[in-house]
């Protein structure tokens, strides 16, 4: 039931933590804009992939007004989000093990 919740919502939170976690990319996978929410922490593929494409990153000191930034979010950017979303989602999938840093490159050198 997990995964069908983040495929129905739009936004995902990626909750403040000891670090980095596989939350986003659970978004990401099912299709669901992550909203970051970790002032300190650098998502995975950071110096890669441009996130602030398909996530909205908060800062911690606004999480209470998180409901009203979302709301404030036009359908045109959450269109546009999700289509940047659509091209990278696939990246953050795993075969046979993570990606390395030189085989994700390759495979988005058209991004």
Known sequence: EYGLGLSRAIFCPVLM????????EFA???????????DNVM?????????SQFSLRIPQAHIAELPQILLAV????IAKMQLALSKVWSRFAYATGPLHRVELLTLISDF
């Open 17 to 24: 933590g000891d670090g980095w976690s596989a939350r986003a």
């Open 28 to 38: 990401i996978l099912h299709g669901c804009l992550p909203v970051l929410m970790n």
């Open 43 to 51: 998502p995975v593929w950071h110096d890669v992939v441009d996130w």
């Open 74 to 77: 036009s359908p045109t950017t």
